[in-house]
């Protein structure tokens, strides 16, 4: 069985800063892509940031220039530091993650989701 374990979500004032933590654990043979999503209220579940096993990167516009996502493979953990936070940055933020859980048995796995509130 396969836990992804998110961290760091709070509430934090306009031009803040938070960093999110993602670490799977479990029986996990190789970790493909790994990535952060959101979903404000009564809007759709939307991609914000992913990350290759070799450390591509991809963004939403959005975002752009004010969140960084980065992995840590030996620790089979990612990470999202956002900065510049805005209030429309506000969601639960949910881990993603494509991993083998044998040789042959890939799967997809999410996390439970964080809180992430952006006001003054």
């Known amino acids: 069985q396969v836990q992804l374990v998110e961290s760091g979500g709070g509430l934090v004032q306009p031009g803040g800063s938070l960093r999110l933590s993602c670490t799977a654990s479990?029986?996990?043979?190789?970790?493909?892509?790994m990535a952060w999503y959101r979903q404000a209220p009564g809007k759709q579940r939307e991609r914000v940031a992913d990350?290759?096993?070799?450390?591509?990167?991809n963004y939403l516009d959005s975002v752009k220039g004010r969140f960084t996502i980065s992995r840590d493979n030996a620790k089979n953990t990612v990470y999202l530091q956002m900065n510049s936070l805005k209030p429309e940055d506000t969601a639960d933020y949910y881990c993603?993650?494509?991993?083998?859980?044998?040789?042959?048995?890939?799967?997809?796995?999410w996390g439970q989701g964080t809180q992430v509130t952006v006001s003054s």
């Open positions: 993603y993650a494509e991993l083998y859980t044998t040789a042959w048995s890939r799967g997809v796995y």
């Open positions: 479990g029986k996990i043979v190789s970790i493909l892509a």
């Open positions: 990350i290759t096993t070799g450390g591509i990167t």
